[in-house]
């Protein structure tokens, strides 16, 4: 019975011996990709007007966005495309354009910018080594559509899709 304990208190020693001075080591790695994420703030985006006679009629659509591109010859792109608009007598896309406001991370679209049904257009383009704020940066969508006489009375709707990309 005596050697069974002393068996234990050494197979214990041991035990105790080779997390007190036994180590490993490991080394953490990482590789950090380009990356972006894109949120519409303005879910619905309410044009409105003035109450001048055939004035345009504007609204604006807000979005944050996060966005890390590679260091070297990175890119990214904020883009847009416009469902057209339903119901028959209603607006004709070729009459909705949009501007773009000044991100702190990218370069807004340059000019007033016709909306497309078939190809997505740029609202922010960003370069190499572009970073966002950590709680993201924000920009508008600013658009306008022409009012025509020929338009019928009612409640039109249209879908924008926006997508984001880093490279």
Request: aromatic share 8%; proline share 3%.
């Amino acid at each position: 019975m005596k050697r069974n304990r002393s068996l234990a208190l050494a197979t214990t020693a041991l035990a105790i011996a080779a997390i007190s001075f036994g180590a490993d080591i490991s080394t953490l790695g990482v590789s950090v990709g380009p990356e972006a994420s894109f949120t519409a703030v303005d879910a619905t985006t309410s044009m409105t007007k003035a109450d001048t006679a055939f004035g345009a009629y504007t609204g604006t659509t807000n979005f944050t966005y996060k966005i890390r591109t590679t260091q070297s010859g990175g890119s990214g792109s904020i883009t847009v495309i416009v469902t057209s608009f339903s119901g028959t007598g209603g607006p004709a896309i070729a009459d909705l354009a949009y501007t773009c406001t000044a991100p702190a991370s990218g370069s807004p679209c340059a000019s007033s910018t016709a909306a497309s049904t078939s190809t997505a257009s740029s609202v922010v383009s960003f370069g190499a080594d572009a970073h966002s704020a950590d709680t993201g940066d924000t920009g508008a969508t600013v658009w306008t559509l022409a009012d025509q006489p020929q338009i019928k009375t009612g409640t039109y709707t249209s879908t924008a899709t926006y997508t984001i990309s880093a490279t």
